[in-house]
């Protein structure tokens, strides 16, 4: 009873392959999934959170190359399997001390600390028994931090890396949970009508008339600071723009004959509403879960700049800026510039795409 789209969709996917710049930002949001998902094994810090601190390397330059003493804990050595490394990174096993320079003498190894003057730097000494009388050649490396050190010295790209994760997930989640709800509702409205019409409306111009931003904060506030929470948060705040979208769509299709002959057949409202109405109606759908995601993550950015998003020490674009936004003053602007480009560069990827779909899905084109 229901329309075949078959012919529809393959012209939408030709259309779609047409458009350079929206295949450009599919790639590009793929690569960022595959970093989201991978971050721990991508980051040249795999420690959970990317937290490793250097106070003594803080806010250096991209590039920054610098001696790394790593000084293995043999007490607290522990087994993690494949899923808990990939999804919280690894346990710190060892410490890491940043050198100037080492020498190795009388079963004892002599280091240098790092400090800007040399002239001040402190001299140290370990028993080689800390190496388990290995090659020490093996616990000292030089280390690169290609995007440079944060205030508190720790890798400033592995915590980019990971910090993908939030930025790229509450996407998925606060679009997931505002298509339940919103499609949920809009379908309800639009199929029904009259009173129950009247009353989800009422709910739904209740909600858009309360700022976003300031909803999403009450919530947050409500459940309490946190990761999951700020996805709940979004997701709840999202599902007006669906439900909308999805009321007046049901609306003009509900009148359509293969509508009337479902109901003349005796199928239940249910099956009338999810099996042949909802299919023919899911390209603006798509098109606003695009423009949703974008949303989510300037939501996001916003809440942990004003730090109420995810608490600290878990890396989030957003946070960074804060961190370092007093540094764009102090000559070390690429601190808050970085984060915010890659911020930019996400919501920007997501645009794109939502654009070369609703070209892409325009049957009247």
């Known amino acids: 009873m229901k329309r ?18 929206g295949v450009f930002s599919f790639w590009f949001i793929v690569l960022c999934g595959f970093v989201a998902i991978f971050a721990y094994e991508i980051a040249p810090d795999n420690t959970s959170n990317a937290n490793q601190m250097h106070l003594e390397i803080h806010t250096k330059k991209p590039g920054f190359k610098v001696l790394m003493l790593t000084i293995p804990n043999v007490n607290k050595i522990t087994k993690q399997s494949f899923w808990n490394t990939l999804l919280y990174g690894i346990k710190t096993q060892a410490t890491e001390i940043p050198i100037s320079n080492y020498k190795v003498s009388n079963n004892l190894l002599s280091v240098k600390l790092y400090s800007e003057n040399n002239a001040k730097s402190i001299l140290k000494t370990y028993p080689l028994t800390k190496f388990l009388n290995k090659d020490i050649s093996n616990f000292i490396k030089t280390k690169t931090f290609y995007l440079g050190t944060d205030k508190y010295g720790r890798d400033l790209l592995s915590r980019m890396i990971i910090g993908t994760r939030i930025s790229f997930f509450i996407g998925f989640i606060a679009v997931f949970i505002s298509l339940v709800i919103g ?183």
Do not use: C
């Not at 012919?7 to 030709?14: C, D, I, K, V």
């Not at 979208?245 to 099956?271: C, D, H, P, W």
């Not at 899911?282 to 989510?296: D, G, H, K, T």
């Open 4 to 21: 075949k789209p078959n012919s529809l969709t393959s012209l939408a996917l030709s259309k779609f392959r047409k458009n350079k710049i």
């Open 183 to 365: 499609i949920a509702m809009g379908a309800i409205a639009g199929y029904f009508g009259g009173k129950v019409d009247a009353f989800i409306m009422w709910i739904i111009n209740i909600t858009w008339s309360i700022p976003t931003l300031l909803l999403v904060i009450a919530i947050t506030l409500a459940l309490g600071k946190g990761f999951w929470q700020v996805f709940i948060a979004v997701g709840l705040t999202m599902w007006v723009e669906v439900a909308r979208i999805v009321r007046g769509q049901i609306l003009s299709t509900k009148k359509m004959q293969y509508v009337e002959a479902a109901k003349a057949l005796g199928f239940s409202n249910f099956r009338i509403i999810f099996k042949h109405i909802l299919p023919n109606i899911l390209a603006p759908i798509i098109v606003i879960s695009a423009a949703n995601f974008a949303a989510a993550i300037l939501i996001e950015s916003g809440l942990s700049f004003l730090g109420i998003g995810a608490q600290p020490p878990t890396p989030s674009w957003g946070a960074m800026i804060k961190d370092h936004y007093n540094y764009i003053i102090l000559g070390k602007a690429y601190l808050a510039v970085i984060p915010g480009l890659a911020i930019m560069f996400l919501v920007m990827a997501f645009m794109l795409i939502g654009n070369a779909l609703r070209d892409a899905l325009d049957v009247k084109n």
